[in-house]
């Protein structure tokens, strides 16, 4: 069971509430409260403030985060878990997660393009699928293209939380050949 860190933006209530919480025996900690609009600046400084104080042998997790920037942001402050609706529910609206940028497969420019949605993945929707048969299916409202254009958004953040594991493993800073694609959101 996991004990959850709350307090807001308030350095004093994160660090009376983690000081109260590792006290207890959870199995680990989440962190709440976090990624709803507070900024950017606020979520890197109060995620960070807050993973120092959580042992470094639980797992620490920041909930409802997020955008791919802000995760490899979370990973390097030290947290190993995450949750959030991006991947899906950006997927369902048709915009994919490439490794050149946003791609939104509304676009009329992609009806009749035969490439996959990204040369460089080798995920199920890339390996079968061109970028002018999702369209068609998302213009016609099937629900087989919130299924494969999930199916790719879901792989992405595997991808990278991928890329951040080896990183971790061999000792070295979280790294992530897309950060510079996506430094902007
Ligand atoms: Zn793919």
Request: charged share 20%; aromatic share 10%; glycine share 12%.
């Amino acid at each position: 069971m996991f004990g959850i860190i709350q307090g807001g933006l308030y350095e004093d209530l994160r660090r009376w509430c983690a000081q109260e919480m590792t006290a207890m025996p959870f199995e680990g900690f989440a962190v709440g409260g976090l990624g709803i609009g507070e900024g950017e600046e606020l979520l890197r400084s109060v995620s960070a403030l807050t993973a120092a104080l959580l042992p470094e042998e639980r797992p620490r997790y920041l909930m409802g985060v997020g955008p791919p920037k802000d995760i490899l942001g979370a990973v390097r402050a030290g947290f190993d878990l995450f949750d959030c609706v991006i991947p899906t529910r950006n997927g369902r609206n048709g915009t994919l997660f490439t490794s050149s940028g946003k791609l939104s497969i509304k676009r009329a420019e992609f009806a009749a393009d035969p490439r996959p949605l990204d040369e460089r993945c080798d995920c199920y929707t890339c390996g079968h699928f061109s970028r002018a048969y999702l369209r068609h299916l998302f213009m016609a409202g099937e629900i087989l293209a919130s299924q494969l254009n999930s199916l790719h958004n879901l792989y992405f953040y595997h991808r990278l939380m991928e890329s951040c594991r080896a990183a971790l493993h061999a000792g070295r800073v979280p790294l992530w050949d897309c950060e510079e694609v996506y430094a902007g959101g």
